[in-house]
């Protein structure tokens, strides 16, 4: 038997697809067959006569009818890939044919073309947005839902049909702004729906059957539906609620965000299977305004339900990423502004309120979200987003980095965020992120610095489960430079990244070494930041990094570069910080053991002068520092130590050793200063 060609192969799968009757797994099949021969068109791998020539209004009637809210659930799904396939094949000449499909149906009327109509425009939008867009905003359409929803005797499958297709829509703003104008009214009846309504409506009709009334009333599902569009509408406003007589119809609005939200919640709380994915859905719209992440927040009982439907939701599911949003919006900090940002934001939000100065919401503020950030974490939520992060999208990722980010602002968390698995999550997480998503690389990267600071990496990377110590060190170096794609520079991640790196060189060599083949160029350069911190964390990284021989070789070679190093780290020991000095300090005092260091520092106009300068300091730990250099230098063998010790003697050292002795009290510095006075007193 011939081997079909393309065409014949889709003609048959329509065939067949025409034909119903088969069993879901089938059918699946079949849309899958259908789906593959699509894409290969648009890639070009069919010969011959395309299939799109093939696939005329009745097929695709056929195919779009398999997105009917009545088709089981796996059916829809397939369906929409072949949709989508087809959409992307066929172009132009799909979205006619999509535009006929929807307007023949709406205007036969009949509740059966409305279902699948409003059924296959949601379904279609969130994979079309602009196709659908232009037939959603086509005048007069949605005026001519007002009289359909408020039939007295309607089908809920109606309802809900049209509900989803607006709830989709929502997600443009052109045709947010035209649901605003045309459906906000009768959105609101079905939201305020009088719940004595059926008994008033018993007692006034007795002719009137009680099922028929029932079928004026409509469910809580279609209820929460609606509240989902409302709560898009009103977290997210139009460009009309800037006017004036939008502003003045939004006040009259008899169902406000609180409301929405506490419909949500009540929904959630009260039977969490019922409808949670819409309640979901809508409290992540609603917790965008700063008073509802208040209220969710101080929850307990709300918080520990949404993170119990979350650990139970599938992975890659709208309810995971509606979940996983309501907690982004809970736990995130507003950026960081420069003072000239912040008057910028004071004028526009000035000009914005015709004339009077709009304050930050004070629920907005750092102690706020740090106050939500401490309540999340405790219900609980790390084990779960752990979960999740192994087999989420990358927009789940994306939110699950974000949280925890949050989360690691907070000093006294990041120790139990470490013992609940967050560094490895942060690890796996920068590993698993496309280079296309640098923005939430870097949030992973800055999120497990601060970890890292605050954290003993012994207990952090000492379990027979956790990731190697290493493998922390590449996402750190990955912040070490600026973020390029930021419109000013932050040097935060920066300094938490040195600081997190210079933990990890307190542990082994192997650490160490690691460190300096990988990140020396990013870490040199940041000793001669502009800003004092920065330079600070980096010369007490190269303070541990000197414990090893790979250090040492970097000062001790005998090359111009490693003379300039030297300089370098001589000046920092004379810097204005104290804390700059005490690390510079640190660093020669392990390096003046190696006698090339020696002289170099010999060689330097002001060398002697800047360690002795070291002696005369009123911190113990800084003259403990000198003295143990001095006595590095002085003690060596032959012309080198002789050298040192003519020069130490030249430049008053025996005084300024003497007052050391006398103003210390630590043995510990009293004794190395003795130490080294015995060897100078000595005659050589």
């Known amino acids: 038997m011939a081997k079909l060609n393309s065409v014949e192969q889709t003609q048959l799968i329509l065939a067949r697809l025409m034909e119903g009757g088969q069993e879901d797994d089938d059918t699946s099949r079949e849309l899958d067959s259908l789906t593959k021969l699509l894409n290969d068109e648009s890639e070009h791998k069919n010969k011959g006569q395309p299939i799109c020539e093939v696939i005329d209004d009745v097929c695709v009637d056929t195919i779009l009818g398999y997105l009917d809210m009545r088709q089981a659930d796996p059916v829809r799904g397939h369906a929409a890939l072949t949709a989508s396939a087809y959409l992307k094949a066929a172009g132009d000449k799909a979205a006619d044919a999509l535009r006929t499909f929807f307007f023949d149906r709406v205007k036969r009327g009949t509740y059966d073309d409305y279902i699948v109509a409003f059924c296959v425009a949601a379904a279609i939008f969130p994979l079309a947005p602009d196709i659908m867009a232009d037939i959603f905003l086509t005048e007069g359409f949605l005026p001519s839902l007002d009289p359909l929803m408020r039939r007295k005797w309607k089908s809920r499958k109606v309802e809900t049909a049209c509900l989803e297709m607006l709830n989709a829509a929502s997600m443009n703003a052109q045709c947010r702004e035209a649901i605003q104008k045309y459906c906000t009214d009768w959105l609101e009846e079905v939201v305020d ?7 008033k409506a018993l007692h006034s009709a007795a002719h009137v059957t009680e099922g028929s009334i029932a079928m004026r009333r409509h469910s809580e599902a279609v209820q929460n539906l609606a509240a989902v569009i409302l709560a898009k509408l009103r977290a997210v406003p139009s460009a009309q609620t800037t006017t004036e007589g939008t502003e003045s119809r939004i006040e009259q609005a008899t169902t406000s965000i609180e409301d929405l939200s506490k419909m949500f919640s009540t929904m959630l709380l009260k039977d969490p299977e019922s409808g949670k994915k819409h309640s979901v859905e809508g409290l992540a719209y609603a917790t965008i305004q700063p008073a509802i992440k208040e209220e969710v927040a101080r929850n307990a009982e709300l918080l520990t339900t949404l993170i119990k439907i979350l650990a139970d939701a599938p992975a890659k599911s709208p309810l995971t990423y509606g979940a996983l949003s309501i907690f982004t919006n809970l736990t995130r900090y507003q950026p960081a502004q420069t003072e000239e940002q912040k008057k910028m934001t004071q004028l526009k939000a000035y000009a914005n309120a015709a004339g009077k ?15 939500r950030c401490k309540r999340v974490f405790e219900a609980k939520i790390i084990p779960v987003l752990v979960t999740h992060s192994r087999h989420g999208s990358v927009a789940s990722l994306n939110l699950i980095v974000s949280i925890i980010a949050a989360l690691s602002v907070t000093t006294s968390l990041r120790g139990q965020l470490a013992q609940q698995g967050a560094v490895n999550l942060l690890i796996a997480a920068f590993t698993a992120l496309p280079d296309s998503e640098s923005q939430a690389k ?26 190697p110590q290493n493998s922390a060190i590449r996402p750190l170096i990955s912040i070490l430079p600026s973020d390029p794609a930021a419109e000013t520079r932050d040097l935060l991640p920066t300094f938490e990244a040195l600081m997190a790196l210079t933990n990890l060189a ?23 930041s502009s800003n004092p911190m920065v330079s600070k964390a980096a010369v007490e990284l190269i303070c541990n990094l000197t414990q090893c021989l790979e250090g040492i070789a970097l000062y001790a070679a005998d090359t111009p570069q490693a003379a300039n190093r030297l300089h370098v780290l001589l000046a920092l ?12 300090g640190g660093a020669l005092a392990s390096l003046t053991g190696y006698e090339a260091i020696v002289t170099g520092i010999l060689k330097r106009k002001r060398g002697v002068e800047v360690v002795l300068g070291l002696c005369s300091e009123e911190s113990e730990d800084l003259r403990h520092r000198g003295v143990f250099i001095v006595y590095n230098m002085i003690a060596c063998e032959g012309d080198i130590g002789k050298n040192a010790r003519k020069e130490v003697r030249e430049k008053n050292g025996i005084e300024v050793l003497k007052e050391c002795a006398k103003s210390s009290r630590r043995a510990e510095v009293v004794e190395v200063t003795i130490q080294a006075l015995k060897v100078l007193l000595e005659q050589d």
Do not use: C, M, Y
Request: charged content about 30%.
């Open 193 to 199: 729906q009088d719940p004595d309504e059926l008994s």
């Open 357 to 371: 100065l709009a304050a930050p919401n004070p629920l907005n503020d750092d102690d706020h979200v740090s106050e």
């Open 442 to 467: 870097r949030t992973a990267a800055q999120a497990l610095a601060r970890i890292l600071i605050s954290t003993n990496p012994a207990h952090v990377f000492g379990g027979t489960r956790a990731r």
């Open 506 to 528: 307190s542990t082994d060599d192997d650490t160490r070494t690691t460190i300096i083949r990988t990140a020396w160029p990013e870490i040199e350069e940041q000793l001669l």
């Open 573 to 584: 020991a004379d810097a204005e910080d104290e804390g700059t000095r005490s690390a510079a």
